[in-house]
Nanobody, 119 residues
């Protein structure tokens, strides 16, 4: 069984920073792409950033230059460093990973962590 556990959300003032972490555990053979998505209040879930196993990254236009995604393959962990936060970044943030076990490949999701940007 595979599990993704996210942490690091919270309340921060505009212009502040937060760092999200998401660790994968269980019967993992390999992890391909990992990423972060978010769901603002009353809106659909949207892509924030992704990173391949080789380290190639992709960002939503709204976070380019402010957010940085990274991963530690030895720890099966993906991070999202969020700087210069804006009120419109308020959302529940979900991590995602495409994970291969010995039997199959599947997209797994973390439980979500709340990020609130407000003064």
């Amino acid at each position: 069984q595979v599990q993704l556990v996210a942490s690091g959300g919270g309340l921060v003032q505009p212009g502040g920073s937060l760092r999200l972490s998401c660790a994968a555990s269980g019967s993992i053979f390999s992890i391909n792409a990992m990423g972060w998505y978010r769901q603002p209040p009353g809106k659909q879930r949207e892509l924030v950033a992704t990173i391949t196993s080789g380290g190639s990254t992709n960002y939503a236009d709204s976070v380019k230059g402010r957010f940085t995604i990274s991963r530690d393959n030895a720890k099966n962990t993906v991070y999202l460093q969020m700087n210069s936060l804006k009120p419109e970044d308020t959302a529940v943030y979900y991590c995602n990973a495409h994970i291969a076990t010995k039997l199959f490949e599947y997209d797994y999701w973390g439980q979500g962590t709340q990020v609130t940007v407000s003064s």
